[in-house]
């Protein structure tokens, strides 16, 4: 059922894709296509024999722009069919998406979790224009998946060669997968010799992905190339919030799904209610937790542009973050304990490795925050009603495809 879902959400992009649709327009994702992504293609297509790896302008590593420079410098110098492969690379996320949550849940209420994510203008927009956001999205959906079964090595190592290759920043899913072999088949870490000896095997088989960051890293003397150093510099905390934020924006969406089931073990769990309560307060209180421009101009950000500060911080954004705490913990509650595990050491690592940069854009978390809730929600047990299940999904999925239509007709005017 989830497929003809699928072909509705391509068949129009792909459409709008093929007639170059808004090429100049001022959205996000067109301008930076335009000054950074199609600029480093170029780049890699015309130096295709010695690019200078040291310093080119993006911040990311250079795997999409040799594989986008290839195709421009061999088979075609078409920008039209240069996006036209970005916007496959975006359907094979989605239905990747699609498929891992069929597996654990009803195929109906698999098609409702996975719309908010396949209608955030998140990912629509970063699939319309040429952007290194959802191939990456794609290598992290695929570590996830793997995490939540016993890893196998090779594909790990696959995996994150690929994902460090495309955004460095998502070297974290090095960690998840470490800890996801670590557990092994057992629904709670256990200090044992065999849960060494897989995390140790594991740690060899990604070592190749966290050197080739490294050599990066040693080639640019910092964490992107020097062009770009001083536009993102610096260690910040406003990661903390904009995650909880985000969990208390979606994550009453997702709840219908396991409602019930959160009914009947909150009584028995409530220490992870109140482990949650607390984080999320703590996540609001960060430092420099407001609006600043260029690095926090969007997004939750604007609520703090146009409401008081006290002491620094905002009282909105202390709510949300408060609210997406106790998201965080109705999920530990009906999470099973191995679940559990790999997704918090997920979220937490996520978090820790977006604190490397001031630049705070809700883009780089939504995506992140919907696979998460939707890829939960259907390892919980469905209740028979599952229509029920679906409500908070759908109707956030409406919002979120109206929001990205809005911005695309504000973009287009």
């Known amino acids: 059922m989830w497929l003809p879902a699928m072909l509705l959400f391509f ?11 808004n090429y100049s327009n001022p959205a996000y994702a067109a301008q930076d296509q335009r000054g950074v992504h199609l600029p480093a293609v170029e780049f890699f297509a015309n130096h295709w024999g010695q690019p200078d790896l040291r310093n080119y302008y993006s911040s990311d590593t250079p795997g999409y722009y040799f594989l986008f420079g290839a195709v421009r410098r061999w088979l075609t110098s078409s920008v039209v069919a240069l996006r036209f492969l970005n916007l496959l690379l975006t359907v094979g996320l989605i239905v990747t998406f699609a498929w891992a949550v069929t597996r654990y849940c009803p195929s109906p209420l698999a098609v409702f979790l996975a719309l908010p994510f396949m209608f955030s203008d998140s990912v629509v927009t970063r699939g319309l224009w040429l952007s290194t956001d959802n191939p990456a999205w794609w290598g992290v959906l695929a570590a996830l998946v793997l995490s939540l079964r016993t890893p196998a090595l090779l594909p790990a190592a696959l995996i994150t060669l ?12 090095v960690a998840l997968l470490i ?10 870490p256990r200090l044992e010799r065999a849960a060494f000896q897989r995390a140790g095997m594991m740690t060899l088989a990604i070592a190749p992905a966290v050197l080739m960051v490294g050599w990066f890293a040693f080639q640019w003397h910092g964490l992107v190339p020097p062009r770009l150093q001083s536009l993102k510099p610096g260690l910040n905390f406003a990661p903390f919030p904009m995650t909880f934020a985000l969990l208390a924006m979606f994550g009453p969406f997702f ?3 396991f409602w019930s089931r959160l009914q009947h073990r909150w009584k028995r769990h409530r220490r992870f209610l109140a482990v949650g309560l607390v984080l999320g307060i703590v996540a609001g209180l960060a430092p420099d937790a407001y609006y600043l421009r260029y690095y ?18 905002s009282p909105i954004i202390l ?9 965080l913990g109705a999920l530990w509650t009906v999470l099973n304990r191995r679940d559990r595990w790999i997704f918090t050491v997920a979220l937490f690592t996520f978090i820790i490795a977006q604190c490397a940069t001031l630049a705070v854009y809700e883009r780089y978390y939504e995506p992140f925050i919907l696979m998460l809730l939707a890829l939960a929600a259907s390892r919980i047990p469905t209740p028979q009603n599952w229509l029920r299940a679906a409500v908070g999904p759908a109707v956030l999925a409406v919002i979120l495809a109206c929001y990205t239509v809005w ?7």
């Open 179 to 188: 800890c996801a072999a670590f557990i092994g088949r057992r629904n709670k």
């Open 162 to 173: 690929g994902v460090a290759g495309v955004r460095q920043i998502h070297i974290w899913i």
């Open 407 to 413: 911005m695309l007709s504000q973009a287009s005017a």
């Open 255 to 257: 709840a219908t799904a």
């Open 11 to 21: 068949v129009p992009l792909a459409t709008l894709v093929l007639t170059d649709f």
């Open 319 to 327: 709510v949300l973050s408060t609210i997406g705490g106790l998201v």
């Open 296 to 313: 926090r101009a969007n997004g939750i950000w604007l609520l703090t542009r146009y409401t008081p500060l006290y002491h620094g911080h």
